[in-house]
């Protein structure tokens, strides 16, 4: 069975796949979760703060749970040092692609399980991804908090199905960090406070994704001190394991070529050949007045 899964999933498209056993979250991970929303450190992303009993308990999502899948997949594009964009601004906004490839995934798991009951999340509902990511061993958390894969670093979308089959669990994968700071040291704001914990009101990728609300003058010299007009890859790009990557062959989930050699600085004044585009990406999220 897990052998099967497995099969159909690097078929269609997914380059990690990973097993984890139908738990309640641990304990320590709550404490440490409960304290970091406590801080503050979440900003404005209000929508972390809810349905905390589903998140804390997947069978409260479905009832009943055995099994998460957790897939990953590569997005890493070369990018030249000027690039404003960060990799993720993918040229089909990857939420819809994945999920494309869920729902293929979920639809040939029918055909092997009898009765198969399922939810899948893309970035997105009350699943801890990188929790269950670690647990099925595709990656271990980095002191900048994102799952690090061996082959693939940190350039990975993540996605869960959940389903009540219970499957082998894989074992989680050890810690590679050891004493390496590279991502805490180089971080432009000091938004890592200490390993695995950032806050986001300092983050450049939060400021310039997240946050709805005006700038303060703090927030926007934060917001210059990075090399992006979108987001921010700086803590991956010194990371060790980000050396020497292989490039995604998913065209879809790259950044387009012709946004690596964009030098127009402010995003309102972007020609009209480059919102079309821009037009099915996750930008589209962040500036709708852009493509009116």
Request: charged residues 35%.
């Amino acid at each position: 069975m897990k052998k099967k899964i497995k099969e159909i999933a690097k078929n269609i498209g997914f380059d990690l796949i990973g097993f984890s056993k139908i738990e309640k979250i641990e304990e320590n991970f709550i404490n440490f979760y409960m304290e970091w929303l406590k801080n503050g450190y979440n900003g404005e992303m209000k929508y972390l703060e809810k349905n905390l009993e589903k998140k804390f308990d997947p069978q409260k999502i479905l009832p009943n749970a055995k099994t998460i899948i957790s897939v990953g997949i590569n997005y890493y594009t070369e990018i030249p040092e000027i690039c404003l964009f960060p990799r993720y601004l993918t040229k089909i906004d990857y939420h819809i692609e994945i999920k494309r490839m869920l729902k293929e995934f979920v639809k040939e798991l029918k055909k092997l399980i009898k009765d198969l009951e399922y939810k899948f999340f893309v970035d997105s509902g009350p699943v801890f991804e990188k929790y269950w990511a670690k647990k099925s061993g595709i990656g271990f958390i980095g002191k900048n908090s994102l799952i690090i894969n061996r082959d693939f670093g940190s350039f990975i979308f993540l996605s869960e199905v959940i389903i009540n089959k219970e499957i082998e669990p894989d074992k989680e994968m050890e810690n590679l960090c050891s004493n390496c700071r590279k991502c805490i040291d180089s971080c432009p704001t000091g938004a890592i406070i200490k390993e695995g914990i950032v806050d986001a009101r300092k983050c450049i990728s939060y400021l310039t994704i997240e946050k709805k609300n005006k700038f303060s003058e703090i927030e926007e010299e934060y917001v210059k001190k990075g090399n992006k007009i979108f987001g921010c890859e700086i803590c991956q790009e010194v990371c060790p394991f980000n050396k020497n990557l292989k490039e995604t062959e998913k065209i879809n989930l790259r950044l387009p070529e012709e946004l690596k050699i964009l030098k127009i600085k402010n995003i309102k004044e972007i020609p009209y050949e480059f919102k079309e585009i821009l037009k099915d990406s996750v930008l589209k999220r962040r500036f709708k007045n852009l493509f009116l």
